[in-house]
T-cell receptor
């Protein structure tokens, strides 16, 4: 199973874009990159996922590098409610998710 | 869509008793559900994969006789913590493989278990 590496914490000013990086250098060709976030004492919330192409939905954008070894989750206009732990996960062929330590994002007023 | 519920949301029990936690997919059918546990300030750790109509697959180091999993229908999986001890106190979270967004897991809100 491909491992992911994320910075342990980041701060972002409210209203600004939050760019959360993730390294997954051992990813295989058919493995998807998923992003979730977990607000304190709740279950993880699905944000977005992708394989090769950049993806955008109502919550965020996902930029995957051409070699697929890293990706960036972009929250275009961060709000205080976006304060959470963000997890980048590579889904293996067995469909299991192996969670890393995630990035604790703090949005500052 | 793709809502997963858990019941109870929290439970306190005495040491030596058994506790059952239910995980339901409310608006979709899930052939596969997953059970995780999470200790304070730590990440989620996968415990087992639950497939409807068959035996669960446990991760290494997880005692299958202690954590009994039953996935009797396409919308319900249960986790029973048998003979609970204080070290079993944790946040238990289930997820279900979505239908509309294939292979995306949707998570329940979690169950906080405290064993006295």
């Amino acid at each position: 199973d491909a491992k992911t590496t994320q910075p342990p914490s980041m701060d972002c000013a409210e209203g600004r874009a939050a760019n959360l990086p993730c390294n997954h250098s051992t990813i295989s060709g058919n493995e998807y990159v998923y992003w979730y976030r977990q607000i304190h004492s709740q279950g993880p919330q699905y944000i977005i996922h992708g394989l090769k192409n950049n993806e955008t939905n109502e919550m965020a954008s996902l930029i995957i590098t051409e070699d697929r070894k890293s990706s960036t989750l972009i929250l275009p206009h961060a709000t205080l409610r976006d304060t959470a732990v963000y997890y980048c996960i590579v889904r293996s062929g067995t469909y299991k998710y192996i969670f890393g330590t995630g990035t604790r994002l703090k949005v500052l007023a | 869509g793709a809502v997963v519920s858990q019941h109870p949301s929290w439970v306190i029990c005495k040491s030596g008793t058994s506790v059952k936690i239910e995980c339901r997919s409310l608006d979709f059918q899930a052939t596969t559900m997953f059970w995780y546990r999470q200790f304070p300030k730590q990440s989620l750790m996968l415990m087992a994969t639950s497939n409807e109509g068959s035996k669960a697959t446990y991760e290494q180091g997880v005692e299958k006789d202690k954590f009994l999993i039953n996935h009797a229908s396409l919308t319900l999986s249960t986790l029973t913590v048998t003979s609970a001890h204080p070290e079993d106190s944790s946040f238990y979270i289930c997820s279900a493989d979505g239908s509309r967004n294939a292979d995306t897991q949707y998570f329940g809100p979690g169950t906080r278990l405290t064993v006295l």
